[in-house]
Every structure is written in structure tokens, then in C-alpha cells.
């Protein structure tokens, strides 16, 4: 029997959408129960929050984002952002794997992990297709300002895990350009030069000393 190649691409898994929220939107609220108590999205108000999902507790290497992540806690909070975990598995599950991880690597993950077993979260923010199961292919991680406000989101196959130095070095640039008065270039760290916003005004691009100076002008890092 021979199948056509819209038959094919019918027969193909469906895959997440990774986000379906954009850029310069306001997350929606939720609560849910977690190994910190209830939360809501809403109490993270007036801080940043990394709102991340991991496909399963009691997998490799969800386990050793979590190690890496638990480690750099204090790092995330000198930059005055929280942190959230999210994945269908049940709330006892999430005590259970944090009790391994603790007896394993010596490492408290205090944190709230969400439990979100109906998807209800997980769709509602684009973690997974639509007709999904399971959250078994995504790896999220979505970052919001004070506002609730997404500023940025990454995702990653369940096969290949976060960068924690990323996560860090992504909230550090946001929050430096979050007021609009400058620019963060490729592979910006704290404390290396920024980018000036460049002008609309042609005068002003006239008016520069060089022909790049108008779009291209490096600024100290005045945080």
C-alpha cells in the first residue's frame, strides 16, 4: 500500500506550539496547588517570575535541570526574580522526586512546582498542541516582568536540557533594557557595554561624527 505525502504529514505526531502567548502580553492568571502551598501567578506580582515546564519528574534530565537550577536559586533572586516549575505530574509525584533529589545531589529545591494534571495551564499557555495527552515534548520557560507581562520565552525537546547561565544571563538583559533606554547585543553579560537606542531623526543621522555611529554607539553598563 502506498500513502501519499499529504497522508504522510497527516500521520505525523502533533507537535507543541511552544508558545501561544506573544511577546508584550499579559500571561494569564491561575491557581494551582504546589509543593510550596497554592499559588497564583497574580502573587508574583511586582517581580520577575521564570514560569518553566519540564516534561516528567524522575527523568534525567529534567533531573539535572532542576539540580542546576535549585543551586543558582540565590542567583535568581539577587536579580529579584522568582522561580515557578510546572508539569502534569501530581503534586505527590513532585514531593517524591524533590525527597530523590535532595537524598542524591544534597540539593532542597524550594521553588513552588505546579502540578497541572488536566493540561489546563499547559494549553492555556501554548506548552502543548492542543489534542495533546501528555506535556511529554516541552520544555518551556517563559519570563515575565513586574507587570505580568511575557518578555521572553524559550523551548527546548525533551531530549536537550536548559541553560541555566542562559536563563541568568537572559533576565539580567531584560531587565537592563526593560525601561527602553538601551539596547543588549549578542551575548551581552552584566557590566559589558550596551547599545544606545538609535535615533528616528534624520537630522540626528545626519548630524553623526560617522556614517554607523547614528544606528551602531556602545554605552557603559551604568547598573
Known amino acids: 500500500m502506498s500513502i501519499s505525502m499529504n497522508e504522510r504529514f497527516d500521520l505525523a ?23 510550596r502551598g497554592p499559588v497564583s501567578l497574580s502573587d508574583f506580582r511586582g517581580r520577575w517570575l521564570a514560569l518553566f515546564s519540564h516534561p516528567a519528574d524522575f527523568t534525567p534530565v529534567c533531573t539535572s535541570e532542576f539540580v542546576s537550577i535549585a543551586r543558582a536559586h540565590d542567583r535568581f533572586a539577587a536579580l529579584g526574580c522568582e522561580l515557578m516549575a510546572l508539569s502534569v505530574d501530581s503534586l505527590f509525584s513532585h514531593l517524591a522526586w524533590i525527597r530523590a533529589i535532595r537524598d542524591r545531589f544534597d540539593v532542597v529545591v524550594d521553588f513552588p512546582i505546579i502540578e497541572d494534571p488536566t493540561l489546563e495551564i499547559a494549553r492555556a499557555y501554548g506548552m502543548v498542541g492542543p489534542n495533546a495527552m501528555d506535556a511529554s515534548a516541552v520544555r518551556t520557560t517563559y519570563f515575565l516582568d513586574p507587570d505580568g ?5 524559550t523551548c527546548y525537546p525533551a531530549s536537550v536540557g536548559r541553560s541555566v547561565e542562559e536563563m541568568l544571563r537572559l533576565v539580567a538583559a531584560l531587565q537592563r533594557v526593560h525601561d527602553g533606554s538601551a539596547l543588549a547585543p549578542e551575548g551581552w553579560m552584566p557590566g559589558s557595554d550596551l547599545l544606545a537606542v538609535p535615533s528616528h531623526d534624520v537630522a540626528d543621522v545626519l548630524a553623526a561624527p560617522a556614517g554607523t555611529d547614528w544606528f551602531y554607539t556602545p554605552i557603559k553598563d551604568q547598573a
Request: a negative charge.
Open 13 to 35: 505526531p502533533e507537535l507543541p506550539s511552544c508558545s501561544a502567548l506573544r511577546l508584550g502580553e499579559e500571561a494569564p492568571d491561575f491557581t494551582a496547588r504546589s509543593t
Open 149 to 153: 507581562i511575557l518578555r521572553a520565552s
